[in-house]
């Protein structure tokens, strides 16, 4: 029996389809296929913004037709948007052709879900309000070797006004400092060559007397060849413990993602992020002075409620100031359910194009010039893929940026070291120069 996974949203969302996955093939499901030869479809939902919610909606609705041709097919929809608040309902209405529906709270659940089902004709929708059956314990399919993903935390406690994560993935629990170094042991052992510690604030992050600061240090001082990330870090709990752990180990990766969301102290106000552009930007100073080639890459919002133009320039601003490498960027989308979706003085959507084509040129610019830098110099890439248009090796160093390169000898996994030649945006092409290949 086959199965086909569909993934939305970040990181943790992939994350979490590779323990899909796992619990898949626990029941049965042998092999990954595409879409048409499946015989169950999981949908791994987002709903942070109103289009990941759009995306999922589209390509729910276009499998009307796949099951009602093909006898036995199971389809469940998962993840954030079936835990938001009213949301499986009204999925449900749309498409009544949904056999299984499943939250945040209880993943570990979709085997025997899946297997009820099969039992009965009527749909089966589970999506508790409280964490019910965990996936902790299991064995996820990993689908991005080289890199592995490892989660530290679950969930969110700070409450950004415009967010919708507290509400869909509950409150913040930390796993155990032992069971995370385990994992991380074994994924080392197994080949992986990066790590990246996973959660929605890894800065909260506490088992006992122990911080995120003392586990980054201890997940580093693993012995073996590989590289450690780890996201996403909030500013207000940004420490010089951390700085000095990512000074210390080679291994730590000298990339800090570290969302500002806006440069204006009255939105950031507004959005309950608890910190100020002056602390960010300290912050960064303080970084940048103990490790002078680290770089930084954040997320910002541009037309949250009342924003002006003034306070729209003062995050255009920030991102001169701070340097940012790169950046994600998000035109502000209400979210029922949360503070800011209540609040006056919504932003035209004419308005927030502008601000965010702006916005892009400017982090685009920077990155060029980044880029175009490293013209003529080395940089070390981990291969994790091979770009069969351009019939090259690909990889990234620490600092996020591709490189791409010939080899005659298959390099996928290992580090190489590239003499740049040529850049184009934010992509170096470059001379592998490492011997082996
Ligand atoms: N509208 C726009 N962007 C959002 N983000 C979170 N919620 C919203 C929203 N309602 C962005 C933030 C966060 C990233 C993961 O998504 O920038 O850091
Ligand atoms: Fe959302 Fe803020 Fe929590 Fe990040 S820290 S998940 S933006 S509430």
Known sequence: ??????????????????????????????????????????????????NAENHAFGNIGALKKLKRNKRG???????????????????????????????????????SLIERKKAQKKALISVPEERKETEDGVEPVRTSFPNAWVNIIYGCNNFCTYCIVPYVRGRERSRKKEDVLAEVRSLVKEGYREITLLGQNVNSYRDGDVAFPELLDAVASVEGDFRVRFMTSHPKDF???LVAVMKKHKKICKLLHLPAQSGSNRILVAMNRRYTREKYLENVALLRREIPDCELTTDLIVGFPTETEEEFEETLSLVREADFASAFTFIYSPRTGTKAAEMEGRIPDEVSKNRITRLIALVNEQTRKKSAGYVGKEIEILCEDYDEKKGLYLGRDEFGRMGYFASEKDPLGKFVTLKVDRANGISLYGIAITKEV
């Open 1 to 50: 029996m086959k199965y086909h996974i569909v993934t939305y949203g970040c990181q943790m969302n992939v994350h979490e389809s590779e323990k899909i996955a796992g619990i898949l093939r626990q029941s049965g499901y042998t092999e990954e296929s595409s879409i048409e030869e499946a015989d169950v479809i999981v949908f791994n939902t987002c709903c942070i913004r109103e």
């Open 73 to 111: 097919l199971v389809i469940a929809v998962g993840g954030c948007m079936a835990q938001e608040a009213g949301k499986a309902a009204l999925l449900k209405e749309k498409f009544p052709f949904i056999d299984v529906m499943f939250g945040t709270h209880n993943l570990g659940e979709l085997g």
């Open 239 to 241: 420490s010089p413990e």
